[in-house]
């Protein structure tokens, strides 16, 4: 019935039945053929903020549930709901902020505010937030802790609760104090990621640089700009980035790129700083010109820009929209729009928007093809948090996502 698929194909759907049953089976099957064409983009956008509030339901709205994942997790050795994630649940709180502004929509505002104050409750006492997800044993995460912040700060603009203001000083406190001399976060690194210098956490840095916007705090807009610093000293003449990924530096993902990218420039902007600017300019001319036509990007880059992936990694797709949208603001430059609307495109189109299974409905899995090594038969929390951001500024117009 399925012989007439191509080899990598019809070996992922032998794979998936094999690894995770029908439901993983079903899913490579559907991907093993082009993507459908998407719906308008204002449907993508509210199928896409059911999920997330699925994901915060399954978890008793104590956090947003990881993932959604169609076989045994390995680390997890459950399938279905994941458990909460606090990294990501703190930079999905600006994001349904803006939701419930741009659709009306009270409910996401509650979440969001229910969201912050969770964060707020599980804070380590030092002022950390722990890596991993809840079912992991607490540990300080530099990169968790940076994202975090976005939320808590939103929500304490929103709501004007002083203990959400207060969980994001001790958060801003002790990443100015875990940071080394020469930028780079080596005490709190990530016990789930290899140990380096993790140029992504650029986008740490921009949560200092917020909050150093908001408080005149000296510290922290110094640590901002000694992490972008070394950013832009691992940065290639082609705008590449090297010491930027969570496993294989040599070939970094989209997703840790475009972190990389959307870091630098939105410091930039924060502090006035126009080389930081250039940086991600570069970066992300780069990547532009090996966008596909139909807007797919390889999950993985080479130093010279060659793709070392076959599949797309969906949320660098989304993240890259959000930095071309922002680009597009500041250049007047309509090409950039193109490139952020192809973008999000292929992104729905590979959403699946018209199944009961809740947990698939309104997802985005981690790869395209689902079988992609990137969250590998996953729907992930942060893709889908990225493709709201990128679909609110397909129907707003302007950029979103630029508070985290």
């Not at 997802?363 to 679909?391: Q, R, T």
């Amino acid at each position: 019935m399925i012989t007439h698929l191509p080899r990598a194909a019809l070996e992922a759907v032998r794979y998936a039945l094999k690894d995770g049953g029908g439901k993983a089976a079903r899913a490579a099957l559907r991907d093993a053929v082009a993507p459908r064409a998407p719906r308008d983009f204002s449907t993508h956008l509210k199928e896409t903020v059911g999920w997330l509030m699925r994901a915060h339901d399954a978890t008793g709205r104590k956090g947003v549930a990881r993932s959604y994942s169609l076989r045994k997790h390995r680390r997890y050795q459950v399938n279905g709901w994941l458990p909460a994630y606090p990294e990501t649940t703190g930079y999905i709180i600006p994001t349904l902020f803006e939701v419930a502004q741009v659709l009306g929509l009270e409910e996401a505002r509650v979440r969001a505010c229910e969201m912050a104050r969770w964060e707020a409750e599980i804070q380590m006492e030092d002022g950390a937030v722990r890596g991993g997800t809840v079912a992991d044993p607490p540990s300080p995460a530099v990169f968790n802790t940076g994202q975090v912040m976005f939320g808590l700060m939103r929500a304490a603009d929103q709501t004007k609760d002083s203990k959400l203001e207060q969980a994001a000083e001790r958060a801003a406190r002790w990443l100015v104090a875990a940071q080394d001399d020469d930028g780079v976060w080596r005490r709190g690194a990530s016990a789930f990621v290899k140990q380096g210098g993790h140029v992504y956490n650029v986008r740490v840095a921009w949560a200092l640089a917020l909050w150093a916007r908001r408080t005149n705090e000296r510290d922290a807009e110094q640590a901002a700009r000694r992490s972008a610093d070394y950013a832009l000293g691992q940065q290639n003449e082609l705008g590449w980035f090297a010491e930027n990924c969570l496993e294989d530096e040599a070939r970094p993902l989209l997703h840790t790129i475009a972190y990389a990218i959307q870091g630098a420039l939105e410091i930039g902007l924060v502090l006035g700083e126009q080389r930081y600017v250039d940086a991600a300019r570069r970066a992300a001319q780069s990547l532009a010109r090996v966008q596909r036509a139909d807007g797919f990007i390889a999950g993985r880059f080479d130093q010279k820009w060659q793709p070392a992936a076959d599949w797309c990694c969906l949320t660098g797709n989304s993240q890259m929209a959000l930095v071309w949208d922002r680009l597009a603001e500041i250049d007047g430059k309509a090409d950039w729009r193109e490139h952020a609307d192809r973008a999000a495109r292929f992104v729905c189109a590979t959403q699946k928007i018209d199944v009961a299974d809740p947990g698939v409905r309104g997802g985005v899995a981690g790869s395209f093809p689902i079988w992609g090594s990137y969250g590998c038969y996953e729907y992930l929390n942060w893709a889908a948090k990225f493709a709201v951001d990128a679909l609110l500024g397909r129907v707003t117009g302007r950029a979103c996502g630029t508070n985290g």
